[in-house]
């Protein structure tokens, strides 16, 4: 999957379904994607914030975008407000915000990209509900793949690390076919999310918000509870 910043809980369902994942770090930007903005909720709305990036370009592989020095001050400090004032009274408030600045906080001097901003948000993440799931990133496996076809690529990276499974998230039913998978040793599933419901500051529940709002109103007991609420078909 190509990195996403403090994505839904389905990404994070679709990490404890397997084994190894991989970052796929090494493919086009995709410009009003997930990879450097996401939703949380504002004054019982969903509010939708961007990470700045020196420029944006679907030309551009994920890796080679690199953040703005804006986030270093203006936006940073915005964002904290933000996210102090809507989720303060939260159970989990100050252990979440931690993990958000340590992030978040990074050095710009070293041309820091939102593939690696993306990726330890995700690391985190991870860490913090205790997933045990191998990370790796496709830029960083051999070149055996780079320049096949879509799915071909998928297989070839799939063998390279000695999987007989690739499991992709729902979306990606209208990509790729089971048959051609199973053809070439690999069996393809689906993962299909049910994601949970939980108590946010109001009645109203908005789904698919960023982990950050789940972490802030859940107990990691019950988030990891929940990273099992799905299906593969």
């Not at 690390?161 to 089971?178: P, Q, R």
């Not at 789904?207 to 299906?231: A, C, G, Q, T, W």
Request: one cysteine or more; a negative charge.
């Amino acid at each position: 999957m190509q990195p996403y910043i403090f994505p839904y809980i389905g990404y994070f369902q679709l990490i404890n379904s397997v084994d190894i994942f991989v970052f796929y770090d090494d493919v086009n930007f995709i410009k009003g994607g997930w990879i450097n903005r996401n939703r949380i909720c504002v004054n019982k709305m969903d509010y939708l914030y961007t990470i700045p990036l020196k420029s944006q370009s679907q030309n551009v592989l994920i890796k080679d975008i690199y953040l703005s020095n804006e986030i270093s001050n203006t936006w940073l400090n915005k964002f904290y407000r933000t996210l102090e004032e809507s989720y303060k009274k939260s159970n989990n408030f100050l252990v979440v915000f931690e993990l958000v600045k340590n992030v978040l906080e990074v050095d710009l001097t070293k041309n820091y990209s939102i593939s690696d901003l993306a990726v330890d948000s995700i690391i985190k993440v991870s860490e913090y509900l205790e997933l045990d799931t191998m990370f790796y990133r496709s830029s960083m496996l051999t070149n055996n793949s780079k320049g096949l076809e879509r799915s071909d690529r998928l297989i070839q990276i799939s063998n390279e690390l000695g999987s007989n499974t690739y499991i992709n998230a729902e979306s990606g039913k209208h990509l790729y076919d089971k048959e051609y998978f199973k053809s070439n040793g690999i069996d393809l599933f689906f993962l299909k999310s049910h994601a949970p419901q939980y108590p946010q500051f109001s009645n109203l529940f908005i789904p698919f918000l960023s982990v950050i709002d789940i972490l802030m109103h859940n107990r990691k007991s019950d988030i990891v509870e929940s990273l099992n609420k799905y299906e593969l078909i």
